[in-house]
Structure formats: structure tokens, C-alpha cells
């Protein structure tokens, strides 16, 4: 690919538009086929000189601009060696046999090599051209003073071109790159709403859940407690509602104090008993603190929905440790324990916490009991 509107170098036209701009940028280097085209007519040459001369510079053509107009696979590298070697044989044979005027055409064996050929080859490719062309120069009567003005054509036009490939190159890989880049963004983004979402409905419904079947068991004989759980669950769902907007926004940060108040919340709900801290470790920072609440959101919902268990204990304490200070999030249940499934919650977890150069352990403690435990280093993040 080229600059909008230019030459497509080493890429093959695929539009009718494509076709024309590279045909008139091609046509451009052909002027200087006027030398020998002005000897074939007024050099003096016989009718069976010209005639040939004229049928191998139309073949030289030809051959030459199917190598520039198209681009070859990796694979048709020895076509494209064996193509530029036949021009290199045309050069030579018609310059040795008509004359110094038709030295020019090394000219453009050496910008063919480097429009075709692959970096790492046409770098040999044009020098080696540029070497021919100096040969048969000192070979045709008059040629070296022909030498001095097609030795820099020769050598800068056959490295541009080289130049020019590997520059596009660059740019499209460097596109492919950005787009690989947004990509991953767009997964990444996906992936936060993704957990958010779970996170924030899974502990929402479970409370919802568990104050529904307490009002309906409510309902018969106390119609004013099972009245004030109706309500709680009108709250938390609009609460609900609010997380999620937040979430799909991208602005929304759990905090410890919050989400202990809610689990103290959803905890009793359910009839367990809340053995939770009274104040937090002041000043953490944003990042740490939002992928602990997390943790304790999850830790405390799996505790409601699956545990069966009748006390949970939540501890939060910083110490220090050889690799420095680190703070530590720990949730104990005495349910059920069994081994903990590493389902969408868990996972969501620990990709937060490694986040924050954090890490996650959960699982059972002895035959009844769960326990998780989350652990971040001080300073781990900006």
C-alpha cells in the first residue's frame, strides 16, 4: 500500500484507479527509453539492426513492466531472479550490439530488482546490476562517457525503490499492529463489563433472592416485617440499577467501607452471623482498595448462596513481609467447604488482583469451612 493517491510500489493495483495512477507513475521512468528508441530511428543502423533492436526493446519493456506492475509472492522469488536476470541478458546483448545509447536500460534492471525483489535480496541485486552495467560500459565503443550519468540513476533509483518497500512495510505492519492493538482494547473493555456485571448482579440478586423468600415466610404472621423487607429489596434494586449504569460507564469503584456495610447487609439476610472489622486500613490506594471490596463481594455472596454456613468472618490487616508491605483480605466461612469452582466470579477475581500485582487463594479448611484470602503488596500501583 502507498500514500492516498500515489504509486502502490511492490503492492499489485486491485482497482481500476490503482491501475491508472501506477500506470502514469511508470510511464514517467519509461521517457528515458528515448535514447534508445532516437537511435533506432536516426543511429545509422541497418534495416535488420533496427528491426531486431526494436523487437528486443519491446520485449524488454514488457518484462519489465510485469515485474514493477505486480508483486510476487514469497514463494516466485526464483521467478522474479530468473525475470531480472533475462532483462540483465537483454541489457547487455542489445548495448554491446547497437550501441552506448542503449546502456540506459541498466538503469532499469536495477529499479526493477529493487521494486520486486524481497530487501534482503535486491540490496545484492542492485549493486550486482550497477557492476554490469560499469562492465559493459568499458566495453562499448564510447560507453564510459556514458558511465558518469547512469551510475547514480542506476544505484539511487534501484536502493529508493528498496527504501520505498520496506517502508510500506513498515506501515502496514504497523496498521495491522494498531488494529490488533484496538482489538485487544475492545476484548479488554468487554471483558470489564463483563466481570462488573457479574460481580455487581450476582450479589445484588442473592440478596434479592434471600429477602424475597423472607417476606413471603414473613407475609402470613408479620405482614409489617415482610412490608420492610419488600422495601429493602425496592432499595437494593435501585441500587442495582445504579451500579450497572456506572459499571457500563466505566466509573464505578467499590469501597471497603461500602461493601462491608453490605455484606453485613446480605449476611444477616441470611441469617448468618457477621463477624466483621469496624474500620479499614486508611489511605490505600484506588485501585487496591476496589479489587478488595470485589473480592469481599464475591467471597461474601458465595458465602450466602452456596456455603450453608452459619458464622462468616471477614479480616482485613496489613503487615510486612520480606517483600514489603502488603495488605490482606481474609473471609471465613464454617459452611459446607468443598472445593471452590473457578467459575466466572473467582476468575474475575484474580485477573483484578494480579491487576494490582495482587493474588488470590480460596478453598476449603479442614472437612467443613471456606476460606479466601486476597492478598496485595503496598505500592504496586501509581
Known sequence: MGVPGGPRIG???????????????????LFYLSAPVVDLVSGGHGTQARVLGGLGLAAFVVWYLVLVFRTARDDQVRWLLISIAALSIQATVLSLSLGREWL???????ISSGASLPGEISRWTVPAATALLTATAMAVPGGDGYLAGLLIPAVMGGFAMVAIRAMIRTTIELREARATVAQLAANEERLRMARDLHDLLGHSLSLITLKSELAGRMLPDRPELAAQQVADIEQVSRQALVDVREAVSGYRRPTLPGELAGARTALTAAGVL????????????????????????EAVTNAVRHSGAKRCTVTLTTRQTLAGHVVELVVFDDGAGGAAPHGNGLTGLTERLHAVGGALEAGPVGRTGFRLLARVPLGSTS
Open 11 to 29: 503492492v499489485r493495483p486491485d482497482t481500476r484507479r490503482h491501475k491508472i495512477v501506477k500506470s502514469m507513475w511508470i510511464s514517467l521512468w
Open 274 to 297: 457477621a463477624d466483621l472489622p469496624s474500620d479499614v486500613p486508611e489511605d490505600l490506594p484506588q485501585e487496591i482498595e476496589s479489587a478488595l471490596a470485589w473480592s469481599l463481594r
Open 104 to 110: 540506459v536500460l541498466f538503469v532499469y534492471v536495477s
